[in-house]
């Protein structure tokens, strides 16, 4: 669901850019006072795993597209709403610049879809209600799919509102919306799934993450350790391996946009700021679309689909950069505390 450049207008991404600094700055704050310290390790381990995460586009039986889990709700429910809407924002800066996945000017748009809506809404008016302070592997898999499902909703139609605002007449808020709410909502049954593996595995090694409440004698710094090195080698096995498996179909927000406009990207005006971001962003994107750059000179040569994919560049994107995201989101976490005392 990340939006391309294309897809909005300078003063719609320009407002959502400000909304969402206006998130970072409050979010900062409320992390400085009250992120448990234990959790900021957690902060840059669960941030790589979630990069690694979105790498994997599985298919959506019957309907020739694709999904990936945007990891809002992983992240709100084992790091609290305020450090997991800062290390969403880092996840997706790090693929927008140096992956171009997503554009510049749509990252504040990106940024609001993907985390506002898990962080803000879903985790504390679906989840914690359901789980409240009888955490079960049925509880847990209840809250975490309708969450996952009620986040996914709200971002893909917020989705389509920015579109329309933004003056896009190829993309008509009523077909556009026909299109982007079910194929979000087979997309949000596959994360609340993913969801419930994560949050049961880290309930199950360190229960007082999932629930603050629990102060079992029996946990020890060991079980940390157990969900840190966890989450490592499932980032490492997602980014440098399973990435090759990833579905060459469109995407859930390509494909609604394919068809409700007859084709997979919209028209983009040239010599504007839009043109300009996208030179912006060839400079710094190191390993474009998570695989190597094609050297100029060479034009690209035509060699049949073959699935899995097996790319030296996509293991190198996925392993840098959630190498790169863990480094990010712990260093605002350690450096939001340092700042306190």
């Given at each position: 669901m990340h939006m391309a450049d294309a897809l909005i207008s300078p003063a719609v991404g320009g407002t959502m850019w400000a909304a969402s600094a206006g998130l970072i700055g409050y979010c900062s704050k409320k992390v400085k006072d009250d992120l448990d310290d234990r959790k900021i390790p957690l902060m840059g381990v669960v941030g790589a795993f979630i990069f690694a995460a979105q790498m994997i586009n599985f298919t959506i039986p019957g309907t020739g597209s694709s999904g990936h889990i945007g990891g809002g709700m992983i992240l709100a429910i084992l790091l609290g709403p305020h450090a997991a809407?800062?290390?969403?924002?880092?996840?997706?800066?790090?693929?927008?610049?140096?992956?171009?996945?997503?554009?510049?000017?749509?990252?504040?748009?990106?940024?609001?879809?993907?985390?506002?809506f898990p962080?803000?809404?879903?985790?504390?008016?679906?989840?914690?209600?359901?789980?409240?302070?009888?955490?079960?592997?049925?509880?847990?898999?209840?809250?975490?799919?309708?969450?996952?499902?009620?986040?996914?909703q709200l971002g893909a139609f917020s989705v389509v509102l920015q579109t329309v605002l933004s003056g896009l007449s190829e993309l008509p808020f009523r077909t556009f919306v026909l299109f982007m709410q079910p194929i979000h909502l087979a997309i949000g049954l596959v994360e609340g799934l993913a969801t419930t593996a994560v949050v049961i595995f880290v309930w199950k090694a360190r229960p007082e993450i999932i629930q603050p409440e629990a102060r079992d004698a029996t946990v020890t710094k060991h079980s940390m350790r157990i969900v840190l090195i966890g989450l490592v080698l499932a980032t490492v096995i997602t980014g440098g391996i399973l990435s090759w498996f990833a579905s060459s179909h469109p995407d859930g927000l390509e494909w609604s946009i394919f068809k409700t406009s007859g084709s997979e990207e919209v028209s983009v005006p040239r010599e504007t700021i839009h043109s300009s971001l996208e030179k912006v962003q060839e400079k710094t994107a190191l390993l474009p679309d998570y695989g190597f750059k094609a050297k100029p000179s060479a034009p690209p040569a035509e060699t049949p689909e073959v699935w899995p994919a097996y790319d030296g560049g996509t293991t190198v994107a996925g392993l840098?950069?959630?190498?790169?995201?863990?480094?990010?989101?712990?260093?605002?976490g350690y450096a939001l505390k340092r700042r306190k005392r």
């Open positions: 809407f800062l290390t969403m924002a880092s996840v997706l800066f790090i693929q927008a610049l140096f992956f171009a996945d997503g554009g510049l000017l749509a990252l504040g748009c990106n940024i609001f879809n993907l985390g506002f962080c803000f809404l879903a985790y504390p008016l679906i989840y914690k209600p359901i789980v409240a302070q009888r955490p079960s592997d049925r509880r847990l898999f209840a809250a975490a799919t309708l969450a996952s499902l009620f986040a996914l840098v950069g959630g190498a790169v995201t863990l480094i990010l989101a712990a260093s605002i």
